[in-house]
């Protein structure tokens, strides 16, 4: 299943990296007491130019904390978060809903990030996303799946060095789920920006990935690291994805129900 891969510099390197969060806890007649979570014990990650990542793992096992982790939008409580190649990367992240502006055009709500000189870009982009009809509705004309590719269209305008994806492909009819699966994976063979995408789907992993990690999370970390062929990224037929789907959950068996029962050996 592992294919070797050109070592290059990683864009980013996450080492022990921790996070926990208070939750309330019982509060008793005199004083509110607090209890912790420990939700990431010890992330390691690199991540390669070019590389589309799929970050697995069951519900609340701390894969959007990772995201938001990488995307500086929140701060870790142990470890490091490095740039190898001494320059910090720019990111974009398409967030599970897609915080569009209500009273601005899907036009103007990409050009929130750009400028209107990167207008020809957007509506390149929109027709990517097969919305070019709809440069000048307003998010509340569109269904959700329409309103979360103009999200990933907004991201994908300012050309981040690496796009941080949290369930962009969630909640859609499998007809659109598959299209957009389609649009993702050749946008990716064509330019090759870094995708970090969490998903709880293991075909979708599959069909579009290079590299699968999974967070365990009863152990707050990676248990899971299969690198796969990236030529055949976003490419995929059903027959390879389902070869790669049986192959990790003859891994880790508890993938199938999205339980969050401990899928690593502790
Ligand atoms: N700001 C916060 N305050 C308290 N607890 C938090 C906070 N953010 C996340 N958590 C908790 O951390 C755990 C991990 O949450 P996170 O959203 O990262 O999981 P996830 O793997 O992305 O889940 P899902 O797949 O359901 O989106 C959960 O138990 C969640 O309740």
């Not at 806890?25 to 420990?38: H, I, L």
């Not at 995408?197 to 590299?211: G, P, W």
């Not at 891994?251 to 129900?257: D, E, I, Q, S, V």
Request: aromatic share 4%; hydrophobic share 45%; charged share 20%.
């Amino acid at each position: 299943m592992a294919q070797s891969m050109t070592a290059s510099v990683p864009l980013l390197r996450l080492r022990d990296v921790a996070r926990r969060f208070d939750v309330a806890g019982k509060r008793s007649a005199t004083a509110a007491k607090t209890a912790e979570k420990q939700v990431l014990t010890g992330i390691d990650l690199d991540l390669q130019p070019g590389e589309f990542v799929s970050l697995i793992g069951p519900s609340g096992a701390g894969k959007t904390t990772l995201l938001r982790l990488i995307a500086g939008l929140d701060t870790a409580d142990r470890g490091e978060r490095l740039y190898p190649g001494d320059v910090a990367p720019s990111m974009a992240m398409v967030f599970q809903e897609p915080r569009l502006v209500p009273w601005l055009t899907v036009l103007e709500n990409l050009l929130l990030v750009g400028d209107a000189t990167l207008e020809d870009r957007a509506r390149r982009l929109l027709a990517e996303v097969e919305l070019g009809g709809n440069a000048q509705s307003y998010p509340g004309q569109l269904s959700g799946g329409m309103q979360r590719r103009v999200a990933l269209a907004r991201a994908l305008l300012v050309e981040p060095q690496i796009l941080l994806l949290d369930e962009p492909l969630g909640s859609l009819d499998p007809a659109l789920e598959n299209r957009m699966m389609q649009l993702l994976g050749d946008y990716w063979q064509r330019h090759r920006p870094t995708v970090l995408m969490v998903t709880h789907d293991l075909h979708q992993a599959a069909r579009l990935s290079s590299r699968i990690l999974g967070l365990d999370p009863s152990l707050g970390r990676f248990v899971l690291n299969e690198t796969l062929d990236p030529a055949q990224a976003g490419q995929r037929d059903e027959a390879d994805c389902k070869v790669i789907v049986d192959h990790l959950l003859s891994l880790f068996p508890a993938l199938a129900a999205d339980s969050p029962a401990s899928w690593g050996q502790g």
